[in-house]
């Protein structure tokens, strides 16, 4: 396990909220000081757009920027940093793929197949898209313990049969998560991947790895993915900053996202040509002090290791999951894999009768941040049959006292609302 106390020191957050047990990092994550201290920094000695001037804070400011893209692109992997694309976040994203991609290759009878267990940002701009152009919305459903249900047993090697009825020749962008916002679930991403692609060459594959990336070692080419997308207000870094990993190839091709600033290689009256990837989908100020520290999250997370991380959170998930049923026994109904090497720590549960937001608010009172509600994937709860469910998510600043006080609270519960 990571040594808590160790950890929380460098979050100033908790400094000033001292009683504060915060497992809502799936939402997003906190901050460390040397990510505040950058944004700081950019502010207070290099406020200056970038790209756009010779003078010496410009010329700084945009150094710090393009550093970020190298360092972005060597933790994942890439092949070069022009093929890291910057947004606001996972959804802008997604949306950008959906418009100047989608739209380019998605025609009429075409297929788009995503999966039940997506968030709303990787399932309705592709529902949207298949509508307007009237293609075929295709789901991939899941299996009684919150698995894809791809016809195959939890061996590995075993060959994704489902695929060969789902996916066709027919069939354009194959669009799914890597890690659940919900049941937790990691995904076979890349055996999936490599099934489709033995099933039809020609397809896109994009992955949501927004709950992966802060979690697991992520390798693109390995992968083998032609698209992945995720934040950094989920990994220790500011809000505001996503990413948008492509082939090049394919970046190159695709129509720009928005028109204006920076994006532009020459105007004329009656034409304009564009920059290449990735300043061609990358127009307007863009968010600059946030972007340059969020460099320092990824360091802090490589300082770490992905490796002591993925082990940290199996270890702490495991323990509460194990706490909350010997605690609560069937009052308590924990949704997701019951294997821990296919789950991240993400815990989503029902507990007794009692509503996901009464069962918040009173974790609340007591200092405990969870989050309640569908978790923007009401789709999946409807398959799950349940409205709404309560989710505890954890990080490198959490362990098992964290969890005991989650039992705690949860007894407060029963307590208050029985």
Known sequence: MLNRNLIQKQFPIFQHQSNLVYLDSTATSLKPKIVIDKIKEYYEEYSANVFRGIYPMSEKATIEFEETRSIVSKFINANKSEEIIFTRNTTESLNLLAYSLGRKIVETDDEIVTTIMEHHSNFVPWQVLASEVGATFKI?????????????????????????????????????????????TINPVKEIIKEAKKINPEIIVIVDAAQAVPHLKIDVQDLGADFIVFSSHKMLGPTGVGVLWGKEKILQEMYPFMYGGDMIDEVYIDRSTYKNPPHKFEAGTPAIGETIAFKEAINFLDKI???????????????????LIDTFGQSIKIYGPKNIEDRGGIISFSFAKFHPHDIAQILADEGICVRAGHHCAM??????????????????????RDVEKLVEGLK?????LK
Do not use: W
């Not at 799950?384 to 989710?391: D, H, K, M, Q, Y």
């Open 140 to 184: 991939i459903d899941i299996d009684d313990e919150g698995y894809l249900d791809l016809g195959l047993e939890k061996v590995k090697n075993q060959k994704l049969k489902v695929l060969e009825q789902i996916i066709t020749k027919k069939t354009k962008i194959l669009t799914l998560t890597y890690v659940s916002n919900v049941l937790g």
């Open 379 to 400: 789709p999946l709860h409807t398959c799950l049959n349940v409205p709404a469910t309560v989710r505890a998510s954890f990080y490198i600043y959490n362990d098992e």
């Open 305 to 323: 290791g992905m490796g002591n991380i993925r082990e940290h959170e199996k270890k702490i998930t495991d323990f509460a999951i194990n706490r």
């Open 412 to 416: 407060k519960v029963k307590e208050i």
